[in-house]
Structure formats: C-alpha cells, structure tokens
C-alpha cells in the first residue's frame, strides 16, 4: 500500500509576515506534500526567492488585483501537477485571486479563500454568489470525473460545535443561517467533511481565533478552515488533523491523510 499523501490548508494572513514569523522553517518541518494557502496578501515578484519557490516545492501564486495586500492564494506542491488553474473563470470572482485548481492524477484539488461577509453583512450577498459559483465549478469537475478535494477557510463555521459561542453570534456573518446553509448543500451533494468524517462530536477544535481579544489563550475560537472531500475518496481518507499550537497566524493549519491512489 502506497504511504499517505500529507494535505495542509493554512490562512496566513499574509505570507510575508507569515515568513517573519517562521514560516519557512515550519513548512520544513512538516515535511507536507502539498500545502495549500490563503490570504497571501502579496504579488510573486514580491516575496523574496526562498519564499517564492521553497526548495522541494512547485510553487504557484494566485494574487488580487487588488494591491496593498489583500486575499490571494497559494499553492506549495511536492508532487508537479498535470494542470494549474487560477480561478473559476468568472471575472467578477477571479479578480480576488481566491482561487487555485491542481489536478493531480488520482485527485483534484481546488485551494480557496472563501469571501468574508464583512461585519455590516454588506459582501454576503457576494460571498453567497460566490459559494454557489465555486459548488457548480467542483460539481462540473466531479461531473467529467475528477476526484475532488477541496479545502481552505471557508469563512462560516457549519453547526454549533464549530464554534465557542454560538448562542451569541446567530446574527454575525461567519455563523449566518444562509452561509451555514451552503455548507449542508456541500454535505447533500456528497462531499465530506474530512475532519467531521474522523471526529464528529469532537468539541474544541477550532482553526480561528480572534486576536485583539486574545481568545487563543482561552480557545475561544471558530473551525472556520476546512477540507472536503468527494464520498468517492473516502475509502483512501486515513486521517484529518487541525494543527492548532502552530504559531504566525490567527488561523492554525488544518490538514488531511489521504492515499495516492
């Protein structure tokens, strides 16, 4: 039996300051196969060489139109893939560079930052056409038989377990019956929650903190990053795992086992 593919998300709320933080020698340490980022908050030509193209990695780079920093994605690979795709090939979403497809030849992995609603509510509409327009994009993939994978912060944690205070943010977005509802539609349609598929009833295990608030300290935290998975995989799903005493963040890397094939 071949040995187990080692998958990582991570927000990093920005890669440079990330790589101050260490980076670098983590994603060394964790020997991971691929590692799929958000929230890079840079351009390629502005991260300095051994960040740009780690050694042992196939680096890609998806940044925002948007300059001074903000969303962005990446994609730090072992194995080459067969086919790199930025985006979704809708303009209105793509300009946020939130979004890398990698097909590999067992499985294909789609890494996104999912559009946060803001705190006034005014980008759920967006976020909401956007989930729609990335569920369609997995479905056609899966459609012309792809095994899909998808995985980064979702921006929504699913049910009550996934967050520390549930009764208390019913109202904010994040925790909002529509964008909650998405992720039942994710379920229905046959995509697994990796890490719920290991540890369903498992409380406590969160991927965000606020920092102002110093909520690490307390676990007062959201699972707002996720991997998925097509049921068709879930005979070579070995394992989930969130990574929460990983620092340089206010997110925490989340992370599955999966057999090559």
């Known amino acids: 039996m071949s040995s187990p593919l080692t998958l990582i998300s991570w927000n990093v709320n920005g890669i440079r300051a990330a790589c101050r933080k260490g980076?670098?020698?983590?994603?060394?340490?964790?020997?991971?196969?691929?590692?799929?980022?958000?929230?890079?908050?840079?351009?390629?030509?502005?991260?300095?060489?051994?960040?740009?193209?780690?050694?042992?990695?196939?680096?890609?780079?998806?940044?925002?139109?948007?300059?001074?920093?903000?969303?962005?994605?990446?994609?730090?690979?072992?194995?080459?893939?067969?086919?790199?795709q930025f985006g979704l090939g809708i303009a209105g979403f793509d300009q946020e560079g939130r979004t890398i497809i990698a097909r590999y030849p067992n499985f294909t992995l789609l890494n996104c930052y999912f559009p946060n609603g803001s705190r006034n509510h005014s980008r759920v509409p967006f976020k909401l056409a956007f989930y729609n327009a990335f569920l369609e994009t997995c479905e056609?993939?899966?459609?012309?038989?792809?095994?899909i994978i998808f995985c980064g912060d979702v921006n929504?944690?699913?049910?009550?377990?996934?967050?520390?205070?549930?009764?208390?943010?019913?109202?904010?977005?994040?925790?909002?019956?529509?964008?909650?509802?998405?992720?039942?539609?994710?379920?229905?349609?046959?995509?697994?929650?990796?890490?719920?598929?290991?540890?369903?009833?498992?409380?406590?295990?969160y991927t965000w903190w606020s920092v102002p608030a110093r909520a690490r300290e307390r676990n007062i935290g959201w699972r707002l990053?996720?991997?998925?998975?097509?049921?068709?995989?879930?005979?070579?799903?070995?394992?989930?795992?969130?990574?929460?005493?990983?620092?340089?963040?206010d997110h925490c890397p989340a992370g599955l086992k999966l057999l090559p094939d």
Not at 25 to 33: F, K, N, T, Y
Not at 64 to 71: D, T, V
């Open 23 to 84: 980076f670098l020698g983590w994603l060394a340490q964790s020997a991971a196969d691929i590692v799929c980022l958000q929230e890079t908050r840079a351009e390629e030509a502005q991260l300095a060489p051994e960040l740009a193209a780690p050694a042992g990695y196939h680096a890609f780079w998806n940044s925002s139109k948007r300059k001074r920093g903000y969303s962005g994605t990446g994609l730090l690979t072992r194995i080459k893939p067969l086919e790199v």
């Open 156 to 205: 929504t944690a699913h049910r009550e377990i996934d967050l520390a205070n549930p009764a208390a943010n019913q109202r904010t977005t994040g925790f909002l019956p529509e964008e909650r509802a998405w992720l039942d539609r994710v379920l229905a349609a046959g995509y697994l929650d990796t890490f719920r598929h290991f540890y369903a009833d498992e409380p406590g295990r």
């Open 140 to 147: 056609s993939l899966r459609a012309a038989g792809q095994n």
């Open 225 to 249: 990053d996720y991997f998925f998975a097509a049921v068709e995989l879930q005979s070579r799903l070995v394992d989930a795992f969130i990574l929460a005493g990983v620092p340089g963040s």
